[in-house]
């Protein structure tokens, strides 16, 4: 299928059909500098929402647990997933053997100074950088990014120049907010790194994706086959 074709037919498709927030939207032209972001959460719910696989609607997953909210507005990349190659990267960066990918796509925290008051919607992000967690021995990175116009973080380009307590606040919380008071931390992160790793994090999260979902423009193609014959 040519690709003005593909174009027209995914135009045609969006036109009747909602599309999937992970599957049907694409990381952006400009991935990994800039990126497409999927907003579950923003930091005034009380509830985490997280999008059901299956259907791409957003589900209530669990109510917060005590006083941990989610310290910016937080989802994922669409057309990511975090699977051999993100395990692979991890493994290379800190050392440790037997890491696997969580096999979801791979989650963003976008700061801005403004409230924005729900989820359920979609934003541009630039990536600054990330944290590398590992959660019982899968590789889960959180990237950390800025929405690009926003007044306050709109020009920072590097998460080292972000403030130290907004670092430790990131930090905190991933830490922290599965934990049961009392409990045992069950996770850990061993590097908050940079925008460069993070853009690596986010190419691995790609290749994934298409490892294992293969192009959209492929299974059309297949499709357009099958209803011509």
Known sequence: MASDQFHELLQLLNRRFKPHPWHGISAGD?????????IE???SDTIKYEVDKASGYLKVDRPQ????YAPAMYGFI????CMEQVAAYCMQKTGREGITGDEDPLDILVLC????????????AIPIGGLRMIDGNEADDKIISVLGNAALYGNYRDVTNLPEKIR???KHYFLTYKQI???????EITH???QGEAWEVIRASMADYDTHFGKLEDELAELVKAWVR
């Open 192 to 194: 908050i790194y940079g």
């Open 113 to 124: 100074e403004r409230e924005v008051p729900r989820g359920d919607m979609l934003v541009q």
């Open 30 to 38: 400009k991935a990994p500098e800039v990126v497409n972001t999927f």
């Open 78 to 81: 669409p057309q990511t997933y």
């Open 41 to 43: 959460l923003v930091p």
């Open 181 to 187: 008071p009392g409990g045992e931390i069950t996770c």
């Open 65 to 68: 647990k005590f006083s941990s």
């Open 168 to 170: 430790q606040r990131l």
